[in-house]
């Protein structure tokens, strides 16, 4: 473990230029370091190349030895031998003799005595090794215990010179560097330590995100490697596949000429061997017609009629016999194609940057069907025409629903694919081709409900008929939900299972007491808001219903409410909808007072009994002006932006809005309160969809008061004279 640990420590203090410890290292403005005396040698015309990275330095006026002393390798070189002194590794580590030690080898990271050094620059193994020698006075930096001596003075560098940025003595400070701004070094040391932390601080993100593109690189490079596995195994599957139908049509094409031309063989042997007879016999006629003719008179004359005869007979055969061939057949073989060896597939290279996928809207209904188009492209940004790509695509709808989405290649470089969702909420479509996301992938939307088939509510919850008159409903971040039942003085708390959990309060003016509880409101950490109509405040709780605070008491004035209704919480401020002050107040949620906006009048601006009021994903307050009729928004500081709403009982109009809710996709849900119903203004204020009528069965109301929406998207209405919570 020695020797690797001062193996570590010579990696850095060894001059590439000697291959032995530094000696009085320079560093070049390059910031690359060598001995004093490498770099006198190096010297030419007052210029220095440097061997690694090859750029010129100019040589200071004084010399080499002007060039800023590398201390940071002096303190390594110290260490080194404080390493080897702690180590007590003083003897030879090769031979039994264990001498003592008079260099170390780099490479083998072993020390050794003289005669093992000789022997080991003497054998072919080891004679290119890199060997620092530890005991030559002219090859080893000692231990600097003190501070270094500046060249021209011999004085102790104590300061630094922050013009020159190098160290100086006392007398230089006085001298060449008196105009200079320098200080003693530990003062200086603190000020860039700090300088250094800031220029330093980005190389943590910066080596984070190279970690993450090393991670991703290799992962690429790891499918990259995959992909070729298995694409030259396809080729492979393929071209055997190929090659065992080509043997088959061979063997297939070879037998039917085999079984067409031997039978025709065989007609033309029978042919052949009738030919050859008929040749004989008339060959044997034509040997005894010599034989007659060149016979004497008298045998002649006897012979003659027995040869007519045998003439005859060969000739009637010979005029018979067929002497063409009875089968004329020319065999030849046709490619299909009229290249013997056509292109049997081809290799596409999608450049997965250069694909685009259309078709996917940023936002969406849920239950509609979305159809997409995936274009596929060379490293040109040419569309391939080809397909062949093992693409692949799925949705992922949060808490754990993740569906498969089917593509289509359509064989032209092009695929589609579709997927519906009936989840609201944020999405993501993932898309890869051979296992890598394309450019964009994955592409996320919104599937906003879609408020038209909001047909009937889930639950109704009404507290086993205990509930007196609900008003405001809230949910916390935690899926608790909280109402304010202003008839039995109480706030009661539910669980995410809708079961009552805790009841909050009685009758009274004490502290945790109410009179007419209106609005609740839950900021971010769970704390709960009762607006306390009847004694004029606003009271904080705990998440397990213990009282912490309350602000606000009965006026007109900075401060003061009159029979408060509405509250919400957001980004640490609280609202609060002060309907007989005909204003909105502005607290921080430790109850210290910001301000108000608003006054009696008929808008904008002006309110008539603002009853609730709040706040989008961009910062605009939303206030519902109940005898107003009609909704109002504003920015966070009271400015004016915005009225909508006019009184009536048709489509979009209201009649005493009494509270409202953004869901996360921008919608607004207004509770119409003496139309019995709510209605559906989407983010840029028109009216999309109404639900609700008076009665007491499903999906109608009595006086709806107050309306929440859940994280899951889940909307709860307080029925106010109905006696009951409906649930969606």
Same mark, same amino acid.
Request: charged share 20%.
């Given at each position: 473990m020695a020797a690797i640990e001062l193996r570590r420590v010579t990696d850095h203090v060894t001059c590439p230029i000697c291959l032995q410890l530094y000696k009085n290292p320079k560093v070049l403005p390059c910031q690359h370091s060598y001995c004093q005396e490498c770099l006198i040698k190096l010297e030419k015309d007052k210029k220095i190349t440097c061997p690694e990275c090859r750029k010129i330095a100019e040589v200071p006026a004084k010399g080499v030895k002007d060039f800023p002393t590398n201390f940071t390798l002096t303190h390594l070189i110290d260490d080194f031998f404080l390493r080897r002194q702690d180590s007590g590794t003083v003897n030879c580590e090769v031979c039994v003799e264990k001498d003592l030690v008079t260099s170390f080898c780099v490479t083998c990271s072993l020390f050794m005595c003289q005669t093992c050094q000789t022997f080991h620059k003497r054998s072919r193994d080891t004679h290119q090794h890199v060997i620092v020698y530890l005991e030559e006075p002219s090859q080893v930096a000692q231990p600097q215990k003190t501070l270094p001596k500046c060249p021209d003075h011999d004085l102790e560098l104590k300061f630094y010179c922050d013009t020159c940025e190098r160290l100086v003595c006392v007398y230089c400070t006085m001298n060449e560097h008196a105009k200079h701004s320098h200080g003693a070094i530990k003062k200086m040391a603190a000020k860039h330590r700090e300088q250094l932390k800031k220029t330093t601080a980005p190389l943590d993100a910066m080596i984070t995100k190279l970690s993450q593109a090393h991670e991703n690189i290799t992962d690429?490079?790891?499918?990259?490697?995959?992909?070729?596995?298995? /694409? *030259?195994?396809?080729?492979?599957?393929?071209?055997?596949? /190929? =090659?065992?139908?080509?043997?088959?049509?061979?063997?297939?094409?070879?037998?039917?000429?085999?079984?067409?031309?031997?039978?025709?063989?065989?007609?033309?042997?029978?042919?052949?061997?009738?030919?050859?007879?008929?040749?004989?016999?008339?060959?044997? !006629?034509?040997?005894?017609?010599?034989?007659?003719?060149?016979?004497?008179?008298?045998?002649?004359?006897?012979?003659?009629?027995?040869? !007519?005869?045998?003439? @005859?007979?060969?000739?009637?055969?010979?005029?018979?016999?067929?002497?063409?061939?009875?089968?004329?057949?020319?065999?030849?073989?046709?490619?299909?194609?009229?290249?013997?060896?056509?292109?049997?597939?081809?290799?596409?290279?999608?450049?997965?940057?250069?694909? =685009? =996928? &259309?078709? /996917?809207?940023?936002?969406?209904?849920s239950g509609d069907e979305v159809q997409f188009t995936i274009i596929t492209k060379d490293i040109r940004g040419t569309p391939l025409t080809i397909g062949g790509g093992i693409t692949k695509a799925q949705l992922d709808s949060g808490r754990g629903n993740i569906q498969?989405?089917?593509?289509?290649?359509?064989?032209?470089?092009?695929?589609?694919?579709?997927?519906?969702?009936?989840?609201? $909420? @944020?999405?993501?479509?993932? !898309?890869? =081709? $051979?296992?890598?996301?394309?450019?964009? &992938?994955?592409?996320?939307?919104?599937?906003?409900?879609?408020? #038209?088939?909001? &047909?009937? #509510?889930?639950?109704?919850?009404?507290?086993?008929?205990?509930?007196?008159?609900?008003?405001?409903?809230?949910?916390?971040?935690? @899926?608790?939900?909280?109402?304010?039942?202003?008839?039995?003085?109480?706030?009661?708390?539910?669980?995410?299972?809708?079961?009552? !959990?805790?009841?909050?309060?009685? @009758?009274?003016?004490?502290?945790?007491?109410?009179?007419?509880?209106?609005?609740?409101?839950?900021? *971010?950490?769970?704390?709960?808001?009762?607006?306390?109509?009847?004694?004029?405040?606003?009271?904080?709780?705990?998440?397990?219903?213990?009282?912490?605070?309350?602000f606000g008491r009965k006026g007109s004035s900075d401060k003061e409410l009159n029979r408060p209704v509405g509250i919400t919480v957001h980004h640490n401020k609280v609202y609060v909808a002060d309907r007989c002050n005909h204003c909105i107040s502005l607290y921080q949620t430790d109850g210290t007072y910001c301000f108000s906006f608003g006054s009696y009048g008929n808008g904008p601006g002006p309110f008539q009994f603002p009853f609730d009021v709040a706040v989008t994903s961009d910062n605009t307050l939303l206030v519902a002006d109940n005898f107003g009729h009609c909704i109002q928004s504003f920015q966070l500081d009271g400015t004016f932006i915005h009225k909508f709403g006019t009184k009536g009982s048709d489509e979009g109009q209201l009649n005493c809005p009494s509270s409202l809710a953004v869901d996360p996709n921008g919608f607004i849900l207004v509770t119409d309160c003496n139309n019995h119903r709510v209605l559906v203004f989407n983010k840029y204020y028109n009216h999309v969809h109404s639900f609700g009528s008076i009665g007491t069965g499903n999906n109608q109301f009595n006086s709806p008061y107050s309306i929440a929406i859940a994280s899951n998207e889940s909307i709860y209405i307080s029925d106010t004279n109905n006696k009951r919570i409906v649930i969606y």
């Open positions: 690429t490079k790891k499918r990259v490697i995959q992909q070729h596995k298995t /694409v *030259d195994k396809d080729i492979d599957q393929f071209f055997d596949y /190929v =090659i065992q139908k080509v043997e088959q049509q061979r063997q297939q094409l070879k037998q039917e000429l085999h079984n067409k031309v031997s039978g025709k063989v065989k007609l033309l042997a029978s042919q052949l061997e009738k030919v050859e007879s008929v040749q004989a016999h008339m060959m044997s !006629v034509n040997e005894l017609a010599i034989k007659v003719k060149e016979s004497c008179d008298d045998e002649m004359l006897s012979g003659k009629l027995q040869l !007519v005869h045998r003439v @005859h007979e060969v000739t009637d055969v010979y005029n018979k016999l067929q002497t063409n061939p009875i089968e004329s057949y020319a065999y030849c073989f046709t490619p299909s194609h009229s290249d013997p060896f056509p292109q049997l597939g081809v290799l596409s290279y999608v450049h997965l940057p250069q694909c =685009i =996928i &259309s078709d /996917v809207p940023p936002t969406m209904l498969s989405v089917t593509v289509k290649d359509n064989n032209n470089g092009r695929y589609t694919g579709s997927f519906n969702t009936e989840l609201v $909420g @944020h999405h993501q479509l993932s !898309v890869t =081709i $051979g296992g890598q996301n394309i450019k964009g &992938s994955p592409f996320s939307f919104i599937a906003s409900r879609d408020y #038209s088939k909001l &047909s009937k #509510s889930n639950k109704v919850i009404n507290n086993n008929g205990k509930m007196g008159q609900p008003r405001g409903v809230a949910v916390s971040n935690d @899926h608790h939900w909280a109402v304010a039942d202003s008839t039995n003085h109480c706030v009661y708390i539910f669980n995410e299972q809708d079961q009552l !959990v805790r009841k909050i309060g009685s @009758h009274g003016d004490g502290a945790g007491q109410f009179s007419a509880p209106r609005g609740v409101s839950f900021d *971010d950490d769970n704390f709960l808001y009762v607006v306390d109509s009847e004694n004029h405040t606003v009271q904080k709780f705990d998440n397990t219903g213990l009282y912490i605070l309350q």
